[in-house]
């Protein structure tokens, strides 16, 4: 069936580095966009980043241009997120998802991953 | 940045009520008969769940008590006979691939 699971999070000091992963499994996972959605404690959601198949598209949030790269290696169906001078505000729970646009072109996050919680705090 | 605003904030419903959700788009998500809009189901502890896209077209597999609709800058989410697993979190995103990816803030429908 198809699966994403989110890897890598933790507790890191403010100002530090973390590289989350997302392992993908059901799918050609080199047909899809992907995204990263995060979600603060007791808040809402916040789109992150996308980067297209092929890497040909990227784009990020305002909130977090610069501190973080998101990339994919197809080989091995994984999506990345790399994320640098983290801040209190990072904190969060942060999905993987799979970004559908054959219905209409419109970005549609048909499946999620459970979430892999990221806190920043000294 | 486009912003997209959701009410109310939370509703109180008991089961069997029609329970309904509006977003509002801070600019033109369509074009022609296109609505880019869609609507998640958030249950505690849990990912998000697609439940309609395009604004009113039923994710597979989703019951049909859920409906959408709305064009242009407001939309709306319908829940009719609200069932026990229907208490959760409804948020709506905008999907214009045109736009930054943004999601409402929520509406939390709590039992009454």
């Known amino acids: 069936q198809v699966q994403l699971v989110e890897s890598g999070g933790g507790l890191v000091k403010p100002g530090g580095s973390l590289r989350l992963s997302c392992e993908a499994s059901?799918?050609?996972?080199?047909?899809?966009?992907m995204t990263w959605i995060r979600q603060a404690p007791g808040m809402g959601l916040e789109w992150v980043a996308y980067?297209?198949?092929?890497?040909?598209?990227?784009k990020y949030a305002d909130s977090v241009q610069g501190r973080v790269t998101i990339s994919r290696d197809d080989a091995k169906n994984s999506l990345y997120l790399e994320m640098n001078t983290l801040r209190a505000e990072d904190t969060a729970l942060y999905y993987c998802?799979?970004?559908?646009?054959?219905?209409?072109?419109?970005?549609?996050?048909?499946?999620w991953g459970q979430g892999i919680l990221v806190t920043v705090s000294s | 940045d486009i912003q997209m605003t959701q009410f109310p904030s939370s509703v109180s419903a008991s089961v069997g009520d029609r329970v309904t959700i509006t977003c509002r788009a801070s600019?033109?998500?369509?074009?022609?008969?296109?609505?880019?809009l869609a609507w998640y189901q958030q249950r505690p502890g849990k990912a998000p769940k697609l439940l309609i896209y395009?604004?009113?077209s039923l994710e597979s597999g989703v019951s049909s008590r859920f409906s959408g609709s709305g064009s242009g800058t407001e939309f709306t989410l319908t829940i009719n006979s609200l069932q026990p697993e229907d208490f959760a979190t409804y948020y709506c995103?905008?999907?214009?691939?045109?736009?930054?990816?943004?999601f409402g803030g929520g509406t939390k429908v709590e039992m009454k």
């Open positions: 395009g604004a009113s």
């Open positions: 995103q905008q999907a214009n691939s045109f736009l930054p990816l943004a």
């Open positions: 600019q033109d998500i369509s074009q022609g008969m296109t609505n880019w």
């Open positions: 980067i297209g198949s092929g890497r040909r598209f990227i």
């Open positions: 059901g799918f050609t996972f080199s047909d899809y966009y």
């Open positions: 998802g799979r970004v559908d646009r054959d219905r209409d072109s419109g970005y549609y996050v048909d499946t």
